[in-house]
C-alpha cells in the first residue's frame, strides 16, 4: 500500500509529507511551552521548520534532477522516516542550518557529471561547504568529497584543484567582514572551540537515544550494502553518482565521529545520502512484498524511536 501511494510524485504525496513534517515537528516541540512567550524564540523555531522543509524540497529536487529517482515520492518519504529516528534534530539549528548548506554542496557536486559550468559547481559547493563550517566545524570534511567530484570528472584542469581555496578565501573575508561588525566575535577562539576532535560516544541521556543509534546504523548498513553489491548492475551514467553519494555517507559518519559535543542530531548530514541509497533500492528491488515490508519496518522503528524520546 504504502508503494503504491508514493509510487508516483503528486500533489497529494507532498502534501501528505509537509502534514507530517508539520505534526512532528510541533508535536516536539510543545514538550515544553516557554519559547511561545518570546518573539525570537517563536521566530526561530520557525526558521528552523522552514530549514527543514526546504532540506525535503532540496533533497526531492537533487534525486529528480541527476536521474538519482523516477517519479516517484520515495526520497522524501525516507527522509521524513529517518529524521523522526532523532527527534532532537528539531531543536538544533546549528546542524540543521549546516545540513541545508552541505544539501546545496552536494546538489552541485552531482550535477557535476553534466561537465557544464564545472568550475561554477566546484566554487559554489566549497563555499557551501564553508557556510556549514561555520556552523558546525567538522563539515568542513565535506570538501573530501569535492576532490573526490575532480578525480571523477575534471580532474585535468589544474585550476579546478585551486577553487576550494578560492573559496575558502571568499567565506573568510565574509566572515572577516561579520566579526568587524559585531565586535565580540573572537575569530581565533571562535575556531579553536570548535575545531576540537573527540571519538568519544558516551553522550547518551537515556537508553532510547542508545537504541535509535543502534536501528539507524543496522538501517543504515542494510541500504549502504545494498548500493554497493547491486552499484555494477545500474545504469553506467549514475555511477559516479552514486559513488559520491556513498563517499558522502561515509564522510558524514566520519564527521559525527570525530566531533566534539557529540548527539544524535550530528546524523542528519548521513540521512540525505542514506535517503537517496534508500530510494534507489526500492525502485532497484521489483518485488513489491519485499518493499512494503522494508517501509513497514522502517515506519515502526522511527515511530518507536521517535515517541520513546519524547
Known amino acids: ?103 546545496l554542496a552536494l546538489r552541485r557536486l552531482i550535477s557535476l557529471q553534466s561537465l557544464k559550468a564545472s ?81 568519544r560516544i558516551d553522550y547518551f541521556k537515556n537508553n532510547y537515544e542508545n537504541g535509535a543509534l543502534s536501528i539507524y546504523v543496522a538501517v543504515a548498513l542494510f541500504f549502504v550494502i545494498s548500493m554497493i553489491t547491486t552499484l555494477s548492475n545500474r545504469p553506467q551514467i549514475v555511477h559516479a553518482s552514486y559513488k559520491k553519494v556513498v563517499a558522502c555517507f561515509f564522510i558524514a559518519a566520519l564527521v559525527f565521529i570525530v566531533s566534539p559535543d557529540k548527539s544524535n542530531d550530528l546524523l542528519l548530514f548521513s540521512i540525505a545520502p542514506l535517503t537517496i541509497m534508500a530510494a534507489s533500492h526500492i525502485e532497484y528491488v521489483q518485488q513489491k512484498l519485499n518493499n512494503e515490508i522494508v517501509f513497514y519496518v522502517l515506519i515502526l522503528c522511527s515511530l518507536f524511536t521517535f515517541f520513546s524520546q519524547l
Open 119 to 199: 568550475k561554477e559547481k566546484i566554487f559554489d559547493a566549497s563555499f557551501w561547504i564553508f557556510v556549514a563550517s561555520l556552523f558546525q566545524f567538522w563539515c568542513v570534511l565535506f570538501l573530501i568529497l569535492v576532490f573526490i567530484s575532480i578525480v571523477f570528472h575534471v580532474s585535468r584542469d589544474y585550476r579546478n584543484w585551486v577553487l576550494p581555496f578560492i573559496a575558502l578565501l571568499a567565506v573568510a573575508l565574509v566572515f572577516t567582514m561579520i566579526s568587524l561588525m559585531f565586535n565580540n566575535i573572537d575569530a581565533v577562539d571562535f575556531f579553536q572551540k570548535r575545531a576540537v576532535i573527540d571519538f
Open 1 to 103: 500500500m504504502i508503494t503504491s501511494v508514493f509510487k508516483k510524485s503528486t500533489p497529494l504525496n507532498y502534501s501528505l509529507v509537509v502534514i507530517l513534517i508539520l505534526v512532528f515537528f510541533f508535536m516536539f516541540q510543545i514538550r515544553e511551552t516557554s519559547w511561545i512567550n518570546s518573539y525570537f524564540t517563536i521566530f526561530q523555531k520557525l526558521s528552523l521548520l522552514c530549514f527543514i522543509l526546504a532540506s525535503f524540497f532540496m533533497i526531492n529536487f537533487i534525486v529528480k534532477k541527476n536521474g538519482l529517482s523516477k517519479d516517484n515520492g520515495y526520497a522524501i518519504f525516507f527522509y521524513l522516516l529517518f529524521i523522526l529516528f532523532f527527534p532532537t534534530i528539531f531543536n538544533n539549528p546549528d546542524v540543521i542550518y549546516a545540513n541545508f548548506f552541505i544539501l
